[in-house]
């Protein structure tokens, strides 16, 4: 299950201070980690170690700070890069599917540390892949309207996506 107690990660893009969806930070941190086991299964260009220093930096601290995916310190092409691994790693897990606490928490290591998966039992892969999607969506402004005024789409829970 995804999404017992929650602790959101507003996700941005553009320009439009209303321009973001929240992500909860457990699927949004394993949606990190995974882009970055796919960053390192292909060519490195220049600048691509720090990239992946921010997504995992960004996956760490979840909720703490907002996530850009335009952020202004990457280039286009980083951006695109990013954009193009996240894709990738939704794709991934969408495939396989659900995983176990124990499988996930052997996958997605933080330094010696397994990722904190909350009170998760299991981990949704299509939940997450769903989030990767929206973020895919939010980058080309095709997400549907918000049904209420002055709440935001909230991805990566069971039974998403909400509004909040």
């Given at each position: 299950?995804?999404?017992?107690?929650?602790?959101?990660?507003p996700?941005?893009?553009?320009?439009?201070?209303?321009r973001?969806i929240w992500?909860?930070?457990?699927s949004?941190?394993?949606?990190?980690?995974?882009?970055?086991?796919?960053?390192?299964?292909?060519?490195q260009?220049?600048?691509?170690?720090?990239?992946l220093?921010?997504?995992?930096?960004?996956a760490?601290?979840?909720?703490s700070?907002?996530?850009?995916?335009?952020?202004?310190?990457?280039?286009?092409?980083?951006?695109?890069?990013v954009?193009?691994?996240?894709?990738?790693?939704?794709?991934?897990?969408?495939r396989?599917?659900?995983?176990?606490r124990?499988e996930?928490?052997?996958?997605?290591?933080?330094?010696?540390?397994?990722?904190?998966?909350?009170?998760?039992?299991?981990?949704?892969?299509?939940?997450?892949?769903?989030?990767?999607?929206?973020?895919?969506?939010?980058?080309h402004?095709?997400l549907?309207?918000?049904?209420?005024?002055?709440?935001?789409?909230?991805y990566?829970v069971?039974?998403g996506?909400?509004?909040t």
């Amino acid at each position: 299950m995804i999404g017992c107690v929650t602790k959101t990660v507003p996700v941005e893009y553009g320009d439009d201070d209303d321009r973001f969806i929240w992500a909860y930070d457990v699927s949004f941190g394993i949606l990190l980690f995974e882009a970055i086991s796919v960053a390192a299964e292909r060519p490195q260009s220049e600048g691509t170690a720090e990239v992946l220093d921010d997504l995992r930096a960004h996956a760490v601290i979840g909720g703490s700070a907002a996530f850009a995916l335009d952020d202004h310190r990457w280039s286009e092409s980083q951006q695109n890069f990013v954009h193009e691994i996240i894709a990738e790693a939704g794709r991934q897990l969408r495939r396989r599917g659900r995983m176990t606490r124990a499988e996930a928490e052997t996958r997605y290591v933080t330094g010696n540390e397994p990722f904190a998966l909350r009170l998760e039992e299991y981990v949704d892969g299509a939940v997450v892949a769903d989030l990767a999607d929206a973020m895919d969506r939010l980058i080309h402004d095709d997400l549907p309207p918000v049904p209420t005024l002055g709440h935001h789409w909230f991805y990566g829970v069971e039974g998403g996506p909400r509004t909040t």
